[in-house]
Structure formats: structure tokens, C-alpha cells
């Protein structure tokens, strides 16, 4: 390790030519000090934005902050990004009542919103849902749904309304580049073809207040983010959840980035056709709707029970509420 530095601070910067270097990009080949490797990050960011028309002059933006790297780098990223080009942020956190890990990660969100002056709004799912996450892993019938789908499928809807409830229209998650490359993995080998089109980035305004998801770092390394939140001093959590065992994600990430050690890059070459295949996909999706519709596009399903967008007569929601409901 000592080996390694002493190598990276005895090449110079290969974009100032200045600077000593901290950190070589592999899959590039360059060299990068600190402030090269910083600002790489940050423009990165504003370059997938720009992109995708993910924001616009005048959105509130809800950054959907957990306590892990992910979500922090991206609320200081937008901060220093957006200064000044008229959008608001404000950060919003969803408890799930994860007795010891979400209690660590609340204090990190507080404390790291306070001193960079963004405001911080918490929601938790026993507010919303009537039982916590733990409680939920009690009664649950094991096996008929997973611990990461029940709590992805609860924190999505805390997400959204805790947006609303800000007068935001935009929420911001802080999924990077293996995130995307995973979740694509676990579509493809869960049969789930249709949703690797709502995968592809450009955004699509949803639910009565026409929200829109956006994902700045998508196209960024996930160790990158790791080495971003160090150089900057963002303090975040390092436990992982006591539940992701029962994920296939942890499986997929693991053998990425073994690829990646043997074949620098090879995540990023993934993640290009990815996107061609989504946006393929999605387009594929959208003729469909159209065809079926007379060339009418398809109005928006609403739940039965909640009335919120749903592309099933009862929403996952309230389909996963019912069924630990009756477990009770």
C-alpha cells in the first residue's frame, strides 16, 4: 500500500502538469492530484445532467440522502454544481427503523446538512406505513418477498412523498456507474425485461405532482465516489445494512469488480451497451403502448387502494402492506 503511494505521489498530474498525483485512473491511464481528480468528479456529474436534461432552471430538488458515500457526494456535488443557477435543494431522509444502522446514519445526515447549510427533512416508515423495517422482517412471510425488494419497494413511495411534501419536482439518488450495471444484471436474470428500459436515464415526469428521478453520478466508478468523499472530508457511514445477504446485488458487485481488476474499464464498456440496449427497450415499450392505444399514448394506472401511479390495479405498495397485513 505504502508502495503504491509513494508511486502515485511521484508522478505529476497528467492534466496540470503541476501537482503531484493521489490516484491513477485505471481505465484511462491518467494520472490525477487532488484538485484534478475533485473537479473531474464534479464535471462528470454536470455532464450526465446536462446530458439528460436531468434539471432544470428553477427546480426544488429533493436529494434522496442516506448516511452512505453515495448519497453525500452527490448532495456536496450538486451544491458546488448548482450554486447559483437558480435550483433549490433540500435533502430528505427515509428511517426505516433498522435498529443500530439507520440510528448512525441519521446523526451523519444531520450533522453533515447543518454544516453545509442544507435543510434536512426525515420520514419514517413507521409514520407512513404503520411498522418499522425490523418489524417488517418479523412478520414477513420469507418466502414469498425479500428483505431489499419489501424495503426498495417501501422507500421508493417514502421518497416521493416526502418530495412532495417539500414542494420539490425533482428527486436526485446518488446511484453510480455499478449501481446501474448491477441492477441491469439482476433485471436480466430475474426475467425482467421490461424494466431495463425504465432503467435508461432520461427523465420522465411521474405521479399528480410530476415528479421526475434523476441520477447525476451514473456515470461514475463507485470507488471514485469512495476516494471523492475522503478528499473532501464527508463523513459517512461504512456498516453495511444488516439485511443485504438476502440480495443477488452483493453476488453481481463482487464479480464486477473482479473483472475490473483483470480488465480496467470493462464496467465502463458494460455500462455503454447497457444503455444502448435500455434506451432500445424503452423505445420498443413505448411503440407498444402506442399500437395498443391506436397511436394514443397510454394514460397513467392508478392504484385501486392509494390512487397513486401504479402499473398494476393494486400498487407494489399496498400489495406488499396487504400481505404482512395478514401476517400480523
Wanted: proline share 2%; charged share 25%.
Amino acid at each position: 500500500m505504502h508502495h503504491e503511494i509513494h508511486i502515485l505521489m511521484s508522478k505529476e498530474c497528467s492534466k496540470c502538469k503541476k501537482n503531484p498525483s493521489i490516484y491513477l485512473r485505471q481505465y484511462s491511464g491518467e494520472f490525477l492530484c487532488k484538485k484534478c481528480f475533485l473537479r473531474s468528479i464534479e464535471y462528470k456529474a454536470k455532464r450526465t445532467i446536462s446530458k439528460y436534461s436531468m434539471i432544470r432552471h428553477g427546480d426544488t430538488i429533493a436529494v434522496a440522502v442516506s448516511g452512505g458515500k453515495d448519497s453525500l457526494v452527490l448532495l456536496n456535488v450538486l451544491r458546488n454544481t448548482l450554486a447559483n443557477q437558480g435550483s433549490q435543494l433540500v435533502a430528505i431522509t427515509v428511517d426505516e427503523g433498522i435498529k443500530g444502522y439507520r440510528d448512525e446514519s441519521l446523526n451523519i445526515v444531520k450533522n453533515f446538512c447543518a454544516s453545509i447549510g442544507v435543510e434536512n427533512r426525515i420520514m419514517s416508515f413507521s409514520e407512513l406505513f404503520g411498522l418499522s423495517m425490523d418489524k417488517a422482517m418479523e412478520v414477513r412471510p420469507s418466502e414469498k418477498i425479500s428483505s431489499c425488494s419489501m424495503c426498495g419497494t417501501f422507500r421508493r413511495r417514502a421518497l416521493d412523498l416526502l418530495a412532495e411534501s417539500c414542494g420539490a419536482n425533482v428527486v436526485a439518488t446518488g446511484h453510480n456507474l455499478d449501481d446501474y450495471i448491477q441492477t441491469f444484471l439482476i433485471n436480466l436474470f430475474a426475467g425482467d425485461v421490461e424494466r431495463i428500459g425504465w432503467t435508461y436515464p432520461e427523465p420522465v415526469e411521474y405521479g399528480i405532482t410530476d415528479l421526475r428521478k434523476i441520477k447525476p453520478l451514473m456515470e461514475i466508478y463507485e470507488r471514485e465516489i469512495v476516494l471523492y468523499a475522503i478528499h473532501t472530508n464527508i463523513p459517512f457511514q461504512s456498516e453495511e445494512c444488516p439485511y443485504k445477504d438476502e440480495s443477488i446485488r452483493s453476488a453481481f458487485r463482487n464479480h464486477l469488480d473482479n473483472l475490473e481488476k483483470i480488465h480496467p474499464g470493462i464496467k465502463y464498456n458494460a455500462y455503454s451497451s447497457i444503455l444502448k440496449i435500455a434506451k432500445k427497450v424503452k423505445a420498443a415499450g413505448s411503440l407498444k403502448d402506442l399500437d395498443l392505444n391506436h397511436g394514443v399514448q397510454q394514460e397513467h394506472r392508478r392504484c385501486i387502494i392509494c390512487k397513486r401511479d401504479s402499473s398494476n390495479v393494486i400498487c407494489s405498495v399496498c400489495s406488499t402492506l396487504d400481505l404482512l397485513v395478514k401476517e400480523t
